[in-house]
């Protein structure tokens, strides 16, 4: 795949109560690059599969990836079943 996926806009119960809050659903793809772990911090791509394309100025060589998401304890909907729970790096 060599395009990012497009952005989710945001409906239904979780984006109200973000809403609440003060978040917002409709952060850029760039969004996975910050170190935030709060509610609302996230990239929210449409449908149940996603991808992002990141290009870098020069080439390297990664050692570790990590994926991070906020847990049912801070969850303003007490629930996290938009978690990643697969992804490849190619």
Known sequence: ??????????QGKATWWLSLFGFSSANPPEAIL??????????AFQGSRGHVVIRLPEQIWPTAFTIWHIS???????????????????
């Open 1 to 10: 795949a060599g395009r990012t996926s497009k952005s989710y806009g945001g």
């Open 34 to 43: 910050q170190p935030r772990i709060a509610p609302g911090d996230c990239w």
């Open 72 to 90: 049912e304890a801070v969850s303003p909907s007490g629930e996290v079943s938009s978690a990643p729970k697969e992804f490849a790096v190619s």
